[in-house]
């Protein structure tokens, strides 16, 4: 794979932890480096809780056009537009799931966790789905959870393959 020689040449002189994962669908070489190494989830844990949100829509628990009133605790800054929003806007799962996707909106993340049912349905789903390295421990902006020792956490081979299988 020549991507590869290119790939781990530029980052050998890189200085700090890399995982990498790439697999080409037409295929199905794959190039890892520290595949199964856990990380700190960022926001890149917001792709699997959306993906448990759309399984429950399809089960029928929730129908996109279902209005969700924000709680209170749920409202926290960092990214996202529903912070600087009048606090009377109720939105729909469907808005939550796009705003949580595509400008990674803290506090529609924060109600899909409630939404889904907590982090331990959360966890179950991405086990279920094999990923093996994924868990969510906390919601975000959640300093006092992330000072307990609580987090969200990710491999790039997990992220990797969630993102083969959508």
């Known amino acids: ?16 932890n890399i995982g990498l994962y790439f697999k080409d ?19 890149i844990i917001k792709i699997p809780l959306t993906l448990k949100i759309s399984e429950m829509i399809s089960e029928g628990k ?12 749920n409202r926290v800054g960092g990214t996202g537009v529903i912070q600087n929003l009048n606090k009377e806007y109720i939105p729909t799962v ?5 705003l949580t996707l595509s400008v990674s909106d803290n506090v529609a993340t924060n109600e ?41 956490w990710v491999s790039a081979r997990d992220i990797g393959q969630l993102l083969e299988k959508i």
């Open 25 to 43: 669908l037409t295929d199905d070489e794959t190039l890892e480096i520290n595949g199964n190494r856990v990380f700190s989830a960022a926001s």
């Open 62 to 73: 929730y129908k996109m056009s279902d209005k969700i009133v924000i709680k209170e605790n």
């Open 112 to 152: 899909l966790v409630e939404l889904a049912g907590g982090f331990e349905k959360i966890n179950e789903y991405c086990a279920g789905l094999g990923l093996t390295s994924t868990v969510m421990q906390r919601k975000m902006m959640d300093s006092e959870a992330r000072e307990k020792g609580l987090d969200n």
């Open 94 to 98: 469907a808005e939550l799931i796009l």
């Open 1 to 16: 794979m020549k991507v590869g020689q290119s790939v781990f040449a530029r980052l050998s002189s890189f200085e700090g």
